[in-house]
């Protein structure tokens, strides 16, 4: 088996392949292990997960030895660990860095697959298992004079290993999403000046981050197993509970009692335990946004900025919201400006800085937070060609078609968990039911002496009409990047498994009991040029 990506599906892709008796290496583009948490490593990163919820659970002893420090952990933590993981588990020596698949190619005599890295090396595996992720291809919008601008330029999602200094620096940053949001309050201290570029506010809430004390620590790990079998089974992946009524079964001061502790809630809290019908209903919807749009009126000193913080043309939870700290107060800062790109678009990019309606601003830095093409992006840049010499991007010309966000039809062999078509929630939970599920399904395919497996085109069909039907009643709208409309001429098609975990729970244990019924098993001609 080669894993591609050694990002936090790919590591326990690794570990499981390994464990399963699979020859397995794992090729990874970076000079280091982390995927997201590699190459995010931008100021401010961090989770909003809880850490120990995004943290691997398959081992007792790794969750018990590993203390995070902090409720939502920084980048540098979440790098430490995941190294610590792959020693821990003594994976490294499985691990090739620095190698960028640029071509996958399907040979349907052997039903084996050839990769080349960008680097030259190639290699031959019976299955190729893509952990290539979400969010690992960074967008940078086409903005006329973008290559001739002088200064450094950084996207978050590229941030360099050295660090970047931001001292005595006019600073830029581009896009206000999760990663943007992050930035901003962190290095708006460092800098000459800030000046942020937002084309669409957020509906940002408080991520309410907190040390975990020892205390804690102890707690977690006496309650282990109850806190996996809650993140096991639950819809998204989080410990939060649902709220038990609707808005409208309390009174109006209740209500804003109620938003008060949402407000001061843990990340995605605001979501999963808000009322039943904030995320349904536009009026409860709307009254929740009064809320936030009265907490940032009150830090914002300056009106006008504050209105231009506040989102007008979409509700909360539309768009994946964003948790900060310290974010609005920002712009209550001297050295902080904003820029809203509705009023004044960027017109081009000069050699010194950036011009708008406005005229030019200079800057030493530009930070591109401009976020990722999102779900299909890093699989449809793997040269990835299955059978008859059909590519992946010529079969997902209008869209990702797959069967439980893991397989695609036409290319036998090839899996790729955490990839579109997966849940929604706390992504290391279904991405690792998603690497449970091809670890197994291959371990059944080797032990019954097949060579090869590729999902049934009906039950592709099937999944694929059950992700778009869904996607219409989805809480995310079309302006949202999991419909990949972010990216310029990409097909606008929902990217997440809109059917949810429970979903996935079902139609796996439906496959499992039909003895694999939605896959062809199959033995190759000539087998034996697997590696
Ligand atoms: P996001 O959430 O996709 O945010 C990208 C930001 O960049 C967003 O504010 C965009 O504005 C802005 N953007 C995109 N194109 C342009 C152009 N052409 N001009 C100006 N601004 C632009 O990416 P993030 O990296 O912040 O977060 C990605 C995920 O990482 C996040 O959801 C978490 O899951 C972690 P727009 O809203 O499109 O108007």
């Known amino acids: ?29 970076g000079e280091g292990v982390g995927g997201t948490w590699y190459w995010n490593r931008y100021p401010g990163a961090r989770f909003d997960s809880e850490s120990y919820t995004y943290a691997y659970l398959f081992s007792r002893e790794l969750f018990e030895e590993w203390q995070w420090s ?34 996958a190619v399907y040979d349907e005599a052997s039903g084996t697959w050839s990769v080349t890295a960008a680097d030259g090396a190639t290699t031959t595996a019976r299955f190729l298992v893509a952990a290539t992720g979400v969010l690992s291809v960074p967008y940078f919008p086409d903005v006329p004079g973008r290559d001739g601008y002088g200064g450094e330029s950084y996207h978050t999602g590229l941030w360099p290993s050295s660090p970047v200094d931001f001292r005595n620096k006019r600073v830029a940053v581009i896009g206000t999403g999760s990663s943007g949001v992050q930035i901003i309050p962190v290095i708006a ?76 809630s843990p990340g995605f809290a605001k979501l999963i335990s808000h009322y039943t019908d904030v995320m349904l209903d536009e009026e409860a919807n709307a009254e929740w946004c009064s809320f936030i749009s009265a907490k940032v009126r009150a830090v914002v000193q300056d009106p006008c900025t504050a209105e231009k913080l506040i989102p007008k043309d979409h509700r909360f939870a539309e768009k994946r919201p964003p948790f900060v700290a310290g974010y609005y107060e920002t712009y209550d800062k001297p050295n902080v400006a904003l820029v809203d ?67 695609t039809a036409g290319f036998p062999n090839l899996f790729f968990p955490g990839g579109p078509h997966a849940a929604a929630g706390n992504n290391p939970r279904y991405n690792g039911d998603q690497v449970d599920f091809v670890t197994d399904t291959l371990v059944h395919a080797r032990d019954h002496g097949y060579d090869t497996i ?78």
């Open 454 to 531: 590729e999902v049934d085109p009906a039950a592709e069909r099937r999944w694929t009409a059950m992700i778009d039907r869904g996607a219409a009643k989805s809480t995310f709208g079309e302006i949202s990047y999991y419909f990949g409309t972010n990216i310029p001429g990409k097909p606008k098609k929902y990217l997440l498994n809109s059917g949810g975990r429970p979903k996935l729970f079902s139609t796996i244990a439906e496959v499992v009991d039909s003895d694999y019924e939605p896959f062809r098993l199959g033995r190759a001609a000539s087998p034996s040029r697997s590696a």
């Open 341 to 407: 790109l509705h009023e004044t678009p960027i017109l081009r990019m000069t050699e010194t800085g950036i011009e708008t309606a406005e005229g030019e601003r200079q800057f030493d830095i530009v930070v591109w937070a401009t976020g990722f093409d999102f779900g299909t992006g890093a699989l449809l840049r793997m040269g990835v060609v299955g059978r008859s010499g059909l590519t992946l991007a010529q079969y997902w010309a209008d869209g990702p078609k797959t069967f439980l966000g893991v397989q």
């Open 1 to 29: 088996m080669l894993v591609v990506g050694a990002g936090i599906t790919g590591i326990y892709q690794l570990h499981r392949a390994l464990e399963a008796g699979f020859t397995a290496a794992l090729w990874e583009a």
């Open 70 to 103: 902090e409720l939502f952990a920084g980048q540098p933590e979440i790098e430490r660990y995941l190294n610590h993981v792959v020693d821990r588990f003594d994976l490294r020596r499985h691990i090739r860095l620095g190698a960028r698949v640029g071509s």
């Open 189 to 264: 201290d460092e800098v000459t000046s800030l000046t942020v570029y937002q084309r669409t506010p957020n509906w940002c809430t408080p991520l309410n981050n907190a040390p975990i004390t020892p205390e804690e620590q102890a707690r977690l790990r006496t309650d282990f197993e109850s806190i996996k079998q809650t993140l096991d089974s639950s819809m998204a992946g989080f410990l939060h509970q649902p709220c038990d009524r609707a808005s409208t079964e309390d009174p109006p001061e209740a209500r804003q009692r109620f938003f008060e502790k949402m407000w001061n």
